[in-house]
């Protein structure tokens, strides 16, 4: 997982991997290189506060809607 770009603290790479697990139950071994195409990362760098109101599900559903969402618009 490419996070070298980002200061997490600890807290926040607990939530990351969380939702990466969360991920795991869909997209099996793909689920880390999802989570690092979605824009996930840079809003939880951008704005944690607002990350952290939300639990680690209601993530992994936002990039898994968003994910399917875009892999359906480049297949038609």
């Known amino acids: 997982m ?4 980002y ?3 600890e807290m ?3 939530f990351i991997l969380d939702v ?4 795991e139950k869909h997209f099996g071994k793909e689920a880390s ?6 824009d996930f990362l840079k ?3 951008d704005d944690p506060m ?4 939300y639990d680690e599900t ?11 969402k875009k892999s359906n618009s480049t297949v038609n």
């Open 2 to 5: 490419t996070l070298n770009k």
């Open 7 to 9: 200061n997490f603290d």
């Open 12 to 14: 926040d790479m607990e």
């Open 20 to 23: 990466q697990f969360e991920l």
């Open 33 to 38: 290189t999802i989570l690092v195409q979605s």
């Open 43 to 45: 809003r939880l760098a």
């Open 50 to 53: 607002y990350v952290h109101h």
């Open 58 to 68: 209601y993530w992994a559903e936002r990039i898994r809607a968003l994910h399917v």
